[in-house]
């Protein structure tokens, strides 16, 4: 009888661990995948001109279209960005997912509620490391009413003479056409040579946006007050008291929201979507909302 009795309770905790894992295998994938949070900053600088003073910036990376990111779910982000009257959107990479199995009515009907988002400014985009693989990226960002920011700079005004510069890098991951040193110095030599040339006009406040953060470091930080990226996804599965277990190549040493390297604001936006596996735990979907100020 002892024995049974010893045997009932193994077998009763072992049903209450697999129901536990199973609940969280559930959860993980079909509620922690699901809504989208807004992660709003308040960004200080004193260099801002004044014209951009309460300029607000939405920051969407890693959509990751075809996995947990659909139609309706995209349909439901546009949404609320529009909701929320941007400036300026950035695309931060990860549109698509590279196990996805791109079409043409598939791509149109990416575009086609692109389309919709509204920004009073403009709209960016650049790659992400799984964007890199389709020929229809380039396509579906110009027929949305994005511009394509892949290794190239926008100077920005906004009813002054004082603009803001916002430059963009393509993926890292891949590099068969640009090295990282070439891509960059697009932007290094228009600081160079317009600095002295046109003091009055140079953009004093600088953003730089991106795909993989731990190449930060390689791309002269210290240019740029601000600087976006994604890819990290915050580790995309997280636990309490841990945080991130699963980072990609390229989000090792910089995957947190936020980061001060010397004075220039890096921050890396968790994602929405998923990537290699359909999972968000205690990481829920989000874009990001920044708010210029002077103090």
């Given at each position: 009888?002892?024995?049974?009795?010893?045997?009932?309770?193994?077998?009763?905790?072992?049903?209450?661990?697999?129901?536990?894992?199973?609940?969280?295998?559930i959860?993980?994938r079909?509620?922690?995948?699901?809504?989208?949070?807004?992660?709003?900053?308040?960004?200080?600088?004193?260099?801002?001109?004044?014209?951009?003073?309460?300029?607000?910036?939405?920051?969407?990376?890693?959509?990751?279209?075809?996995?947990?990111?659909?139609k309706?779910?995209?349909?439901?982000?546009?949404?609320?960005?529009?909701?929320?009257?941007?400036?300026?959107?950035?695309?931060?990479?990860?549109?698509?997912d590279?196990?996805?199995?791109l079409?043409?009515?598939?791509?149109?009907?990416?575009?086609?509620?692109l389309?919709?988002?509204?920004?009073?400014?403009?709209?960016?985009?650049?790659?992400?490391?799984?964007?890199?693989?389709?020929?229809?990226?380039?396509?579906?960002?110009?027929?949305?009413?994005?511009?394509?920011?892949?290794?190239?700079?926008?100077?920005?005004?906004?009813?002054?003479?004082?603009?803001?510069?916002?430059g963009?890098?393509?993926?890292?991951?891949?590099?068969?056409?640009?090295?990282?040193?070439?891509?960059?110095k697009?932007?290094?030599?228009y600081?160079?040579?317009?600095k002295?040339?046109?003091?009055?006009?140079?953009?004093?406040?600088?953003?730089?946006?991106?795909?993989?953060?731990?190449?930060?470091?390689?791309?002269?930080?210290?240019?740029?007050?601000?600087i976006?990226?994604?890819?990290?996804?915050?580790?995309?599965i997280?636990?309490?008291?841990?945080?991130?277990?699963?980072?990609?190549?390229?989000?090792?040493?910089?995957?947190?929201?936020?980061?001060?390297?010397?004075?220039?604001?890096?921050?890396i936006?968790?994602?929405?979507?998923?990537?290699?596996?359909?999972?968000?735990?205690f990481?829920?979907?989000s874009?990001?909302?920044?708010?210029?100020?002077?103090?």
């Amino acid at each position: 009888m002892e024995n049974r009795s010893h045997l009932k309770k193994i077998l009763m905790g072992f049903g209450i661990f697999v129901a536990l894992v199973m609940g969280i295998i559930i959860y993980a994938r079909y509620i922690g995948t699901s809504g989208l949070y807004v992660k709003e900053y308040k960004v200080t600088n004193s260099s801002i001109p004044d014209s951009f003073y309460g300029t607000k910036i939405i920051q969407i990376s890693d959509i990751h279209y075809g996995r947990t990111i659909k139609k309706k779910e995209l349909e439901s982000l546009v949404k609320k960005v529009n909701r929320l009257k941007p400036d300026i959107i950035v695309l931060t990479g990860d549109l698509i997912d590279k196990d996805t199995m791109l079409t043409d009515r598939m791509a149109n009907v990416i575009s086609n509620i692109l389309k919709d988002l509204e920004a009073r400014i403009g709209k960016y985009a650049i790659t992400g490391n799984h964007d890199y693989k389709f020929d229809k990226w380039a396509t579906i960002i110009a027929d949305s009413g994005f511009t394509n920011l892949n290794d190239r700079y926008d100077i920005i005004y906004d009813n002054s003479t004082q603009p803001i510069f916002l430059g963009g890098l393509s993926t890292n991951t891949y590099q068969k056409e640009k090295t990282l040193e070439e891509k960059i110095k697009v932007m290094n030599d228009y600081f160079n040579t317009q600095k002295e040339e046109n003091k009055n006009t140079f953009p004093q406040y600088k953003i730089l946006i991106m795909h993989e953060p731990d190449y930060v470091e390689q791309v002269n930080p210290e240019n740029y007050d601000l600087i976006l990226a994604g890819h990290s996804h915050d580790g995309q599965i997280r636990l309490p008291g841990v945080g991130a277990i699963i980072l990609p190549s390229g989000a090792k040493k910089y995957y947190k929201n936020y980061y001060n390297l010397n004075g220039t604001d890096f921050y890396i936006s968790s994602g929405i979507g998923t990537s290699r596996y359909n999972f968000r735990l205690f990481n829920r979907p989000s874009i990001n909302l920044y708010r210029l100020v002077d103090h």
